[in-house]
């Protein structure tokens, strides 16, 4: 199982190099393989192993996980040079290279392009992003690397993917769906909003509603699971999977769409029916799968808890 070093591991590291450890030896303490060490300590290309600075070169590497981008050294001198010298905005240079403009402000805010807002024609006033924080509070959150054999083998049960599924672009009702890794058993419950408080709320209901046999949630960066130190406080795990990579949630992906034959994105989660959400579910779990060998997935969830549940 693969090992994602923490500020606090390269705390050590920066400690035990200070008083003479070898890389062999360090690895043995931070419970590493060698060739682990010897990478990290290339991050600081001085010589000098720093801990903070390497950190921030995690991070920012970290970053560049997942969705590649379609912006090249030629374009990024092709839209600086049309920003600096001709003066054109955002817009019409999108309308030129066929793409959203919206990418061009994307690459802006990242930093890519080595220009500044204020450099743009209008300032770039006329397109604010709105941040809402995604990423910005899984700092000494768990990634998916460190999620347990036993719940990427489907050993067990207990080891859920959790999703929220939206009506389109409007605020309201949401529903947060988890999948149990193992047996794929759905469970759907209405959320008031796509917020924190109420999705940890929900997820500690739903491990009292189960005897406490959640062991882990995999979720995504959305910024409903905020609250995943006070969800760990409480025992279980909480795994962040990797920016635009689903397919480490790919159980919960493809439900979700089962689900959206049912209720189309421009549909308002208010205007579905308890009675619609438990038809739903049965329509979901109770469909033998091939995958669980013919079971149906209350058959497989039930049946490794029946003791639990008796």
Same mark, same amino acid.
């Given at each position: 199982?693969?090992?994602?070093?923490?500020?606090?591991?390269?705390?050590?590291?920066?400690?035990?190099?200070?008083?003479?450890?070898?890389?062999?030896?360090?690895?043995?303490?931070?419970?590493?393989?060698?060739?682990?060490?010897?990478?990290?300590?290339?991050?600081?290309?001085?010589?000098?192993?720093?801990?903070?600075?390497?950190?921030?070169?995690?991070?920012?590497?970290?970053?560049?996980?997942?969705?590649?981008?379609? &912006?090249?050294?030629?374009?990024?001198? @092709?839209?600086?040079?049309? +920003? !600096?010298?001709?003066?054109?905005?955002? *817009? =019409?240079? /999108?309308?030129?290279?066929?793409?959203?403009?919206?990418?061009?402000?994307?690459?802006?805010?990242?930093?890519?392009?080595?220009?500044?807002?204020?450099?743009?024609?209008?300032?770039?006033?006329?397109?604010?992003?709105?941040?809402?924080?995604?990423?910005?509070?899984?700092?000494?959150?768990?990634?998916?690397?460190?999620?347990?054999?036993?719940?990427? &083998?489907?050993?067990?049960?207990?080891? @859920?993917?959790?999703?929220? +599924? !939206?009506?389109?672009?409007?605020?309201? *009702? =949401?529903? /947060?769906?988890?999948?149990?890794?193992?047996?794929?058993?759905?469970?759907?419950?209405?959320?008031?909003?796509?917020?924190?408080?109420?999705?940890?709320?929900?997820?500690?209901?739903?491990?009292?509603?189960?005897?406490?046999?959640?062991?882990?949630?995999?979720?995504?960066?959305?910024?409903?699971?905020?609250?995943?130190?006070?969800?760990?406080?409480?025992?279980?795990?909480?795994?962040?999977?990797?920016?635009?990579?689903?397919?480490?949630?790919?159980?919960?992906?493809?439900?979700?769409?089962?689900?959206?034959?049912?209720?189309?994105?421009?549909?308002?989660?208010?205007?579905?029916?308890?009675?619609?959400?438990?038809?739903?579910?049965?329509?979901?779990?109770?469909?033998?799968?091939?995958?669980?060998?013919?079971?149906?997935?209350?058959?497989?969830?039930?049946?490794?808890?029946?003791?639990?549940?008796?």
């Amino acid at each position: 199982m693969s090992h994602i070093l923490t500020l606090s591991d390269r705390t050590v590291i920066q400690t035990l190099l200070k008083v003479g450890y070898s890389q062999k030896q360090i690895a043995e303490e931070v419970g590493v393989v060698p060739s682990t060490i010897n990478y990290e300590l290339k991050r600081c290309p001085k010589g000098y192993y720093d801990a903070d600075q390497a950190q921030e070169n995690c991070e920012k590497k970290l970053t560049h996980r997942g969705r590649k981008t379609l &912006l090249t050294e030629n374009l990024r001198e @092709f839209v600086r040079g049309i +920003i !600096l010298e001709q003066r054109w905005s955002f *817009e =019409v240079i /999108a309308h030129i290279l066929q793409m959203p403009f919206k990418t061009l402000y994307n690459w802006l805010d990242k930093g890519w392009l080595d220009i500044k807002r204020e450099v743009l024609p209008d300032h770039g006033v006329r397109y604010r992003k709105s941040h809402d924080g995604r990423g910005q509070y899984t700092r000494g959150a768990k990634f998916i690397n460190q999620r347990p054999d036993e719940a990427n &083998l489907r050993q067990e049960i207990g080891h @859920f993917e959790v999703d929220t +599924i !939206l009506s389109g672009k409007t605020r309201g *009702e =949401v529903l /947060a769906t988890f999948t149990d890794r193992k047996s794929r058993l759905m469970i759907i419950r209405r959320l008031p909003g796509r917020d924190s408080k109420a999705m940890t709320k929900a997820i500690l209901e739903l491990n009292e509603e189960l005897r406490g046999l959640i062991k882990s949630i995999t979720s995504d960066h959305g910024k409903e699971f905020a609250g995943f130190k006070e969800i760990e406080a409480c025992g279980i795990a909480h795994y962040f999977a990797h920016p635009y990579a689903p397919h480490e949630r790919g159980t919960n992906e493809r439900l979700n769409r089962e689900i959206r034959l049912h209720i189309p994105k421009n549909q308002p989660i208010e205007s579905v029916t308890d009675e619609e959400l438990t038809m739903i579910s049965k329509y979901l779990n109770w469909r033998p799968r091939k995958c669980l060998g013919w079971k149906t997935p209350l058959q497989v969830f039930f049946g490794d808890l029946s003791e639990k549940f008796d």
